[in-house]
């Protein structure tokens, strides 16, 4: 970490980042992950993740926006196909699932949205929850009643980076600090 505690350092498959930190409430500064536009680090992450994954899982669930490229490159390399909940309706879904986040580290609820054709790939299979960081467990929360909401089995929680006190068994590459 720098001395100005405004950027601190990662290194994932040998990939190192600099990563920014950002203020976040009264919290304190936080370091800010981004996969989205990093293909060299999302890369390095998803094949490092490949170990974390529970043996038997047959569906990857993820949320948009920064897990998806993640999520897609464990994909590709697992052969594991993924659904992908969002965080806002899109016009086209049919039937689709609603589940309020309970809380969100930077202080912005939110609603995700299942739609019910995705749901239905979730029914009787067993379901492995993928993010890039998991901070207070809320996100991971929400993807974990969809799970029980289509009729899947959860097998367990991968993230890159866990960065906070969720209660979850999350198995994460890295542990991040709560707070700089």
Do not use: C
Request: aromatic share 4%.
């Amino acid at each position: 970490m720098l001395p100005d505690m405004e950027h601190l350092t990662i290194t994932v498959g040998g990939v190192v980042r600099e990563l920014p930190t950002i203020p976040v409430g009264n919290v304190g500064r936080v370091p800010l992950v981004e996969f989205i536009g990093d293909s060299e680090l999302t890369n390095a992450a998803a094949q490092e993740m490949l170990a974390l994954i529970p043996a038997g899982t047959e569906i990857l669930l993820t949320v948009v926006t920064n897990a998806l490229p993640l999520t897609h490159e464990i994909s590709d390399r697992s052969g594991i196909p993924y659904v992908v909940a969002r965080k806002k309706r899109r016009t086209y879904m049919q039937d689709p699932l609603i589940q309020q986040v309970p809380t969100l580290t930077l202080g912005v609820g939110e609603t995700l949205w299942l739609d019910g054709p995705h749901a239905a790939r979730l029914r009787g299979k067993r379901v492995t929850i993928v993010q890039d960081v998991v901070s207070s467990g809320g996100t991971a929360q929400a993807l974990t009643r969809f799970v029980e909401r289509s009729g899947g089995t959860l097998l367990g929680y991968v993230a890159a980076f866990n960065q906070g006190s969720a209660a979850l068994p999350v198995r994460a590459l890295q542990t991040l600090p709560q707070h700089l």
